[in-house]
């Protein structure tokens, strides 16, 4: 539900909530030193210092539980301890303002709960003010001028603060995904390069020997012949990798949309992630014709088969397979890994909320990167649990198939029948 | 060497058939060469039998080139392991200055690379087979 701040963050935040703390004490001590209530009101006082404080320190040390029910916890505390034992003054609003501007700051929330929370506790801040105008405001301070003046000051700092929250939301997210699709293609790039550091490893080797044999004689030997034609595998071997990924990442230079099969970038991905997917077999029903960016249709089914061989190899799944369907408009790919995604996550996947979440591990790593280009498409995602793992299926919009070709017909296709 | 009594026993394990190919090439000269395409494979064969030096891969299918070394440890065995990886981690890094008989060799590697880390590995072997020997 919430997303952690910084560390620093919270730092910056604890250190002008104290000071604000204080700034107030100095300011209400003299009002209140000798009267009946100056006992209870530095006790009480003390007392939401202690727990906005404790509160904080538990959001920097991230214990879980105690953050998640907090912000609520802090919210409400703060806004009594505004409201309990105050001498309203002309502006108090400028009180008010010093929590609520510096709230979404500290904790984030979602749009809807921040609402609520705020709007709530707006109308109990100025139904308390109201009612307890004979009881703390200064005798002679009283106006309608300065009621107005204290409503609409709550009402505008409510609203900058639910705004900024928003935009401070959205920038996190943004972050967020763009730190996601750096990690996204420096695990590709990785495991691209890793394949090809081992590709070239034998032809070094054979030129290495090669030279060294050259030496000795001035003709062929039957060792130099061998040689030759295992340098000459390997270097062809290197030279269709290279070909195939260059089909995988041409597109991102031209950006330009094309006609495309789903069948041949599944080929293409097979090739180039081959030490990812290894011995996992990847089976393809029908296919689809897409006119469309290819690095997205890429972007999307090498984080699907990359992802779900991952979980397939981590749970070491016996006879592990990949099957890709296609039908119609539908682009499905489903593992049988027996991984499950828990309800309150595939909500979250299959939902509209822009919220993100950490149980992104196991199939569910790299979702918000498929969800973005399948979004950028203009198609429909939807994650859901079958009976031997878990399966993706993409509805395409219609104006992006191919009319010319013939797409593969398949019956009463199911994630479910096809494992 | 020509003059020792006995051959080493090398293990080679990786899982990619054009590394195996290249290395067997190499160490050809070495003597007794065995290849197995996984670690889980090469723990199994240590069940069984002793190696006088194992070049592994660290990422395969069924078990990495680090478990075969912990299989090592844990057994209080004497067979060095050369592990050739694409990526030198810095626990690779740490392990490798911690135990003698653990070293690595970066992906792409050159035949004089390999020999030199199998000349070095193998100098037990050749000192206790030279003791045996007189």
């Not at chain 1, 012949?225 to 990442?249: C, G, K, P, S």
Request: net charge neutral; proline share 2%.
């Amino acid at each position: 539900m919430f997303e952690k701040v910084t560390k620093s963050e919270i730092g910056w935040t604890l250190s002008t909530f104290l000071f604000i703390t204080l700034a107030m004490l100095a300011k209400e001590f003299p009002l209140l030193h000798g009267t009946a209530n100056f006992i209870p009101y530095i006790l009480g006082k003390t007392l939401a210092i202690f727990f906005q404080v404790t509160g904080l320190i538990a959001g920097l040390l991230e214990i879980n539980l105690f953050y998640a029910i907090f912000p609520y916890f802090f919210y409400f505390l703060t806004i009594s301890y505004l409201m309990h034992g105050q001498v309203f003054q002309p502006n108090y609003w400028l009180g008010y303002m010093e929590f609520v501007m510096i709230y979404p700051f500290i904790f984030y929330m979602s749009r809807v709960r921040l609402g609520i929370l705020m709007t709530l506790s707006f109308l109990a801040f100025n139904l308390v003010f109201y009612l307890s105008v004979d009881n703390f405001i200064n005798k002679g301070s009283y106006s309608k001028e300065f009621y107005y003046d204290a409503v609409v000051g709550t009402a505008v700092c409510t609203y900058i603060s639910f705004v900024a929250s928003g935009v401070l939301m959205a920038e996190k997210i943004r972050r967020f995904n763009l730190y996601q699709r750096f990690i996204d293609l420096g695990k590709n790039m990785s495991s691209i390069a890793h394949d090809i550091k081992g590709m070239i490893s034998g032809p070094t080797t054979y030129v290495d020997m090669l030279s060294e044999l050259s030496r000795s004689s001035n003709h062929f030997t039957e060792k130099e012949i061998q040689l030759i034609t295992y340098l000459n595998e390997d270097v062809y071997a290197v030279r269709d990798f290279v070909l195939e990924m260059n089909n995988l990442v041409s597109s991102q230079i031209t950006n330009q949309e094309t006609l495309i099969s789903i069948s041949a970038i599944v080929k293409s991905i097979k090739k180039v992630f081959k030490s990812k997917i290894r011995d996992i077999n990847i089976v393809q029903i029908g296919d689809l014709s897409l006119f469309v960016k290819v690095d997205y249709i890429n972007r999307i089914l090498i984080n699907a088969i990359v992802n779900s061989s991952e979980v397939l190899h981590k749970n070491r799944t016996q006879n592990a397979k990949i099957t890709i369907y296609c039908e119609d408009n539908l682009l499905g790919v489903a593992d049988n890994s027996g991984e499950k995604l828990d309800d309150k996550t595939l909500k979250i996947i299959n939902g509209a909320s822009s919220m993100f979440t950490n149980k992104q591990g196991g199939s569910g790593l790299g979702i918000m990167i498929i969800r973005d280009y399948v979004e950028m498409i203009g198609g429909k995602m939807k994650y859901s649990n079958q009976i031997h793992g878990v399966s993706m299926e993409i509805k395409f919009p219609r104006k992006i198939l191919s009319p010319e070709i013939n797409r593969t017909k398949t019956e009463n296709l199911s994630p479910s029948k096809i494992q | 060497m020509n003059n020792k009594t006995h051959t080493p026993k090398i293990l080679i394990v990786d899982d990619d058939q054009s590394i195996i190919r290249a290395l067997l090439m190499t160490l050809s000269r070495y003597g007794e060469i065995e290849a197995v395409n996984s670690g889980n494979k090469a723990i199994e064969l240590l069940k069984g039998q002793s190696y006088d030096l194992i070049l592994s891969d660290q990422e395969m299918v069924d078990g990495t080139g680090i478990d075969i070394f912990n299989y090592i440890r844990d057994h209080n065995l004497k067979t060095p392991l050369i592990l050739i990886t694409a990526f030198i981690s810095e626990e690779l890094l740490t392990l490798s200055i911690k135990s003698k008989l653990f070293t690595m060799i970066e992906k792409p590697f050159t035949n004089i690379q390999i020999i030199n880390e199998v000349d070095v590995a193998l100098i037990p072997f050749f000192k206790k087979d030279s003791i045996s020997s007189n």
